[in-house]
């Protein structure tokens, strides 16, 4: 078991969790989804109930990373069930859909507030995302519109389209090369550090043990 998981834990140098939140239905499944597989089917996704999260090892700026990215229902009377998710997060993945204004106005109205009120990591990496750039002729929100609310909340910006993947990547490799740059994150996510930690309690419990 030990062995095991030794193996596994020196598959990546860092352990990251991420975040997806937002309005439902703006695309936060399709973009994980679109993130983490091949697969181009994501058109006919069911709506998340409650919570799912999957995990992505991928490279980037050199070091090797395991993501959990959490996927959320979006509905607000999941507020208090995810409440617990936002605990540890290192990113956050704000998204909302450009050709529907009020998943915008929510982001400001519903969920920076919770961000603010639940995040645990207070200098978690905050990135915002407007989705379904596909459909710019249905466009509600311009792009400037999206960098200004990004500068004013001191986040990230990205606009993308899950459909035609444009940006998916480019995304998620901001948003942790961001990660990287925080010493204090990049420390917690640390699979060395960890190591380090777990060898320090191991070596105490034992000197422990023959002195009493």
Known sequence: MGSASRVESSNYDYSFKVLLIGDSGVGKSSLLLSFISNSNSINDLSPTIGVDF???????????????????????????????????????????????????????????????????????????????????????????????????????????????RENVQQCFNDLTLKILDVPGLREKGSVAVKRQKQKHIYETSQSAGCCS
């Open 54 to 164: 999957k995990i992505k090892l991928f490279t980037v700026g050199g070091k090797r990373l395991k993501l959990t990215i959490w996927d959320t229902a979006g509905q607000e009377r999941f507020g208090t069930v995810i409440s617990s998710y936002y605990r540890g997060a290192h990113g956050i993945i704000l998204v909302y859909d450009v050709t529907r204004r009020e998943t915008f106005t929510n982001l400001i109205d519903i969920w920076a507030k919770e961000v603010e009120r639940y995040s645990t990591n207070h200098g978690s990496i905050k990135i915002l995302v407007g989705n379904k750039v596909d459909k710019d002729s249905e466009r509600a929100v311009s792009k400037e519109e999206g960098m200004a609310l990004a500068q004013q909340h001191r986040c990230l910006f990205l606009e993308c389209s899950a459909k035609t």
